[in-house]
């Protein structure tokens, strides 16, 4: 009952947000790749996506199965290395928007399985980094992967060099229950943001970090 609710509340909201009259920009990418967090769908995109849309960008959103990554972070990154190739072919540039444990399954993907080469910005929100505390509470491969200090971990930080030059932002809140402690989202490699969002899948329904998301993918818009 508590789930239902909360899915039809957060449905509700992403209305609410993602409905508001926008003024269509020229794109300032063509095309984007939204990577989704651990037990999740893509769904929480939506309000994003439709802002996008609008300005004429074409995204995508792989259903990465089985969602709770317990075969590995690893395959997670080579079945979305599959997808983008699918939608948009082997070649094509795009900027990629990764949410919670989405952000380590795009890094992996963009570090260890080529795809920095064809990347032009790489966004990701409330991802633990540095690895949550909360891992320790769920089983699998991927849960081990997320605890602080884990070897995959340590392997990210130590090929992020492979990113080049890749423009990286990162939004979290300090209010976050799911990416403890909440500074696990701050990284050095990238533009760090911090909002004020009561809870961790509201990042994504949230008109601040939106609104500033919207404003990088496009040219022209106020603040872009």
């Not at 690895?131 to 090929?159: C, H, I």
């Amino acid at each position: 009952m508590t789930a239902r609710f909360f899915q039809l509340f957060t449905g509700v909201f992403a209305t609410a947000v993602s409905c508001q009259p926008q003024q269509s920009c020229q794109p300032r990418y063509e095309k984007v790749v939204f990577v989704h967090g651990i037990l999740e769908d893509g769904v929480s995109f939506e309000p994003l996506r439709l802002r996008l849309v609008n300005h004429g960008i074409q995204c995508h959103v792989p259903q990465l199965k089985p969602s709770d990554a317990r075969d590995g972070i690893e395959q997670l990154a080579e079945s979305l290395k599959e997808e983008i190739n699918k939608e948009f072919g082997p070649t094509d540039r795009f900027a990629m928007v990764g949410f919670s444990m989405g952000g380590l399954v795009s890094r992996y993907y963009l570090q260890n399985l080529g795809g920095a080469e064809r990347c032009d910005t790489f966004i990701t929100v409330s991802s633990p980094h540095h690895g949550t505390n909360v891992a320790y509470a769920y089983p699998g491969k991927g849960a081990r992967q997320m605890r602080p200090g884990s070897p995959f971990l340590k392997d990210l930080e130590a090929t992020e060099d492979r990113l080049g030059d890749i423009p990286v932002v990162s939004y979290r809140t300090p209010m976050d229950l799911i990416i403890l402690p909440t500074e696990s989202s701050v990284w050095k490699r990238a533009e760090n943001h911090s909002h004020p969002v009561i809870l961790h899948p509201l990042m994504l329904y949230s008109k601040p970090v939106l609104d500033d998301i919207e404003k990088r993918m496009v040219i022209g818009k106020k603040g872009a």
